[in-house]
């Protein structure tokens, strides 16, 4: 019959628009709990797909990134960055520029930066910092309300840097290897 | 076959016929008076009828400019690769388009970036750039607004960076710019700029046996046109309702992609194939590692060869989710569908976000494997889409598209594409499999593993918009197929078999790697000096080659169907002007 292919596709935006309310009977008011975002969120999900943000919000998966952060280890309270230069390397926007110390007693290149910039407005966050460090120095955050009302520019070494902890707590699993990695290592 | 070995078989069939021909490691060389013979020869003796690529490498040492042609076999096989070195001083090389169409727009890209002149071309403009552009951006010896220094990393990054200067401080404005000698502002107009093009549109398709005298309009659709997908500008010769002549002029996004290219690292440049065609950043980074891996030789782990094409199959659906559902926004089912296909796209770039840390820009693949092995539960959860719920919402979404008579009395025998003229215009994909042409790279060429997979390469005969969306819709299906039985037997083992560092040094020679991605052909040709840095890197885009044949497949139809023509193409403006 001609017109049936149109009562279909009117059929098909119908139960969608149907499906939209049915989520509020379905988790029975507590439609905003974070299980309930989890499902609909899942590939169960059916209802409207929507995230009321920032009344809700997703969780994020761990190896989600954005910008770089520079980690103070928890043992030395120093930052874990020896200042060779690898992300300078992987770096495909060159937005890092690192000054490498040098040691007031000797007069040599020391293990450690004097300065660290990093060109936010320019990071494209892909990541090859993080993936090539050595010293697990560098990682990538996860906090993406960045929003400001200046030009960001350069960060520097302070404000690049957190603490261990916050590595472990956003990142678990890499956390966990990275932990397991080193004691490896130090039982060799 | 690997292509040296094709090419060491044609060699002595060709050599008879043509004595000054000569075959070295790179591929064939020929003298430029004699490439259209040897073309013409190789398309109706030897059968090699689809010209997929050409492009240009500067070596300004040796003081010539080599023009690359690489020629498939539309029966399948690997590729016949074409040598043509000319001075550099004066190029000149006689042109391919009247025999390829596809040779179009890839000889006036050549044109535009390296200033190699095409003896016979119908339509010479620069492509990219505009006309009065001053210097040819591809040449080794052409300098960026924002030039630092040959390659990355710049030297003044580290060690001693403790004085950054930020990007928007070198601005072109202040003293990082080179005009041509004698140029003020204020004698440059834009009309100038548009002026070879009038000319081209007042020209072209004229029928001097009109029996109605007419009068004609030009009418720009874009660059900022909702319809366009992007910044793309239609310039239509109308006379009443029917297109005359179509051009489409571009080149708003191009941000020289290549030039970028050729200043990185071989790694640093992975993020930036994300960015060609930003749908597809997978299938992107997959073509540009398996090219290479070409040069390098390296064999890539079992498991990591699953993930690749897993995920190559998921962006296949995301990008004919998107390509269909926007289709559906032309022809009147305004967002309806297209918000469906984002919805499901959600969900697989929420498993891709898992795996590679971003929803579009991955910067997932590398040289050797993957960046990083699949987490915990994700198998699980792509089956769960891939079994369950996708085929649902797939199906619906072909109910829509497909059935409603509304999108039928629309596309139906709109823009019909011949077999003959989507290969001779070089289209791949979608487009050339809806007229008929059962070519795929995944069976003609195999890569990856997919000569392991059991799936039917989806072909339509109609040629025209309505099937070019059907097709679409074949590929998904056969997607979900290949990715039933990937996910189900994955195995075990490591995901990177080489320890990669960002200073990676590719051994010199040059390769040609190419997928099927979503919307066709692409490809990568990149030629190493044995150094970190590409020397040549040159992108064969999909969309760019297969929107060659929007010109041919508007001709005389309505101003209205050209929007639905456009739209059952399928382009990515990134990927267009790069």
Not at chain 2, 120 to 135: I, K, Q, S
Not at chain 2, 157 to 167: D, I
Not at chain 2, 183 to 203: I, K, P, T
Not at chain 2, 492 to 512: D, F, R, V
Request: hydrophobic fraction near 40%; charged fraction near 25%; glycine fraction near 8%.
């Amino acid at each position: 019959m001609y017109g049936w292919g149109v009562v279909k596709t009117l059929g098909i935006a119908f139960y969608h628009f149907v499906l939209t309310y049915v989520d509020e009977f379905r988790f029975k008011g507590k439609r905003r709990s974070a299980e309930a975002l989890a499902q609909r969120q899942s590939a169960y999900g059916s209802g409207a797909f929507t995230v009321e943000y920032p009344q809700e919000r997703l969780t994020l998966p761990e190896r989600s990134r954005n910008l770089p952060f520079l980690v103070i280890d928890a043992e030395t309270q120093q930052t874990r960055c020896t200042a060779c230069g690898i992300c300078v390397q992987a770096c495909p926007v060159q937005c890092i520029w690192i000054e490498r110390a040098t040691d007031p007693e000797t007069g040599k290149p020391a293990r450690y930066p004097a300065a660290y910039h990093l060109d936010v407005s320019l990071c494209m966050g892909c990541g090859l910092c993080a993936e090539f460090c050595p010293f697990d120095a560098i990682k990538m955050d996860q906090h993406y309300e960045v929003a400001s009302y200046t030009r960001p520019g350069f960060r520097n070494l302070q404000e690049l840097s957190k603490p261990e902890s916050y590595h472990a707590q956003i990142h678990p699993t890499a956390y966990a290897e990275e932990q397991a990695r080193k004691a490896a290592k130090a039982k060799k | 076959m690997k292509s040296h070995e094709l090419m060491q078989e044609i060699f002595p069939v060709l050599q008879q016929r043509f004595p000054n021909l000569t075959l070295e490691s790179n591929g064939l060389h020929v003298a430029k008076r004699q490439l259209v013979d040897v073309a013409r020869y190789l398309r109706d003796e030897l059968g090699f009828n689809y010209l997929s690529s050409v492009t240009a490498v500067d070596y300004p040492q040796r003081g010539v400019i080599d023009v690359v042609y690489h020629f498939y076999r539309i029966s399948g096989g690997p590729e016949l690769v074409l040598h043509v070195e000319v001075n550099r001083n004066a190029p000149v090389v006689p042109s391919l388009t009247p025999e390829f169409g596809s040779a179009n727009f890839q000889e006036r890209e050549v044109w535009d970036m390296f200033g190699v002149k095409f003896e016979g071309h119908p339509d010479l403009r620069r492509l990219l750039m505009w006309e009065g552009f001053a210097g040819f951006p591809l040449r080794k010896d052409w300098h960026e607004a924002y030039y630092e220094e040959e390659h990355k990393p710049y030297s003044s990054r580290f060690p001693k960076g403790g004085q950054p200067v930020m990007a928007e401080e070198r601005t072109p404005l202040r003293d990082n710019i080179r005009l041509p000698e004698g140029w003020l502002a204020q004698d440059f107009s834009y009309d100038e700029a548009d002026l070879a093009l009038y000319q081209r549109m007042l020209s072209a398709n004229r029928d001097p046996n009109k029996p109605l005298k007419t009068d004609e309009m030009i009418l720009n659709l874009g660059p900022h046109h909702p319809s366009t997908h992007g910044v793309l500008r239609l310039a239509v010769r109308l006379d009443g309702e029917t297109v005359q002549h179509l051009e489409p002029v571009f080149g708003y996004l191009h941000r020289n992609h290549e030039k970028i290219g050729e200043r990185n690292t071989w790694m640093q440049n992975i993020p930036y194939t994300d960015r060609l065609d930003y749908i597809n950043g997978m299938t992107n980074n997959l073509a540009y590692v398996i090219a290479m891996e070409k040069l390098l030789g390296w064999e890539v782990p079992e498991r990591a060869e699953y993930i690749r094409v897993i995920m190559a199959e998921f962006m296949r659906i995301v990008n004919h989710l998107v390509a269909t559902g926007f289709f559906g926004n032309d022809v009147g089912i305004y967002m309806t569908a297209s918000l469906y296909g984002l919805e499901e796209r959600e969900l697989i770039l929420d498993l891709f976000e898992a795996a590679s840390g971003a929803r579009m820009m991955f910067n997932y693949m590398r040289p050797g494997g993957v960046a990083a092995d699949l987490p915990e539960g994700w198998i699980e959860r792509a089956l769960a889409l891939v079994e369950d719920r996708l085929p649902r919402k797939i199906e619906m979404m072909q109910t829509m598209l497909t059935e409603n008579e509304i999108v039928k009395a629309r596309s139906v025998g709109v823009g019909v594409l011949s077999p003959q003229e989507a290969i001779s215009l070089g289209c791949s994909g979608p487009v050339l499999r809806a007229s008929g042409v059962p070519y795929d790279i995944r069976r003609a060429e195999p890569y990856s593993i997919y000569d392991r997979f059991d799936f039917d390469v989806a072909v339509r005969y109609g040629g025209d918009a309505y099937d070019r969306i059907r097709v679409r819709f074949d590929e998904m299906w056969q997607s979900l197929r290949i990715l039933k039985q990937a996910l189900r037997s994955i195995p075990a083992g490591p995901i990177q078999a080489k320890k990669l560092t960002p200073l990676l040094k590719l051994p010199a020679g040059e390769a040609y790697g190419r997928i099927e991605a979503p919307k066709g052909e692409l490809g990568f040709y990149l030629v190493s000096d044995g150094s970190a840095n590409p020397y040549r890197y040159h992108i064969r885009a999909t969309s760019l080659i297969n929107l060659g044949a929007l010109s041919q497949l508007t001709r005389l139809a309505k101003i209205a169907d050209v929007v639905v023509i456009l739209a059952s193409i399928d382009l990515t403006m990134g990927e267009v002007d790069r």
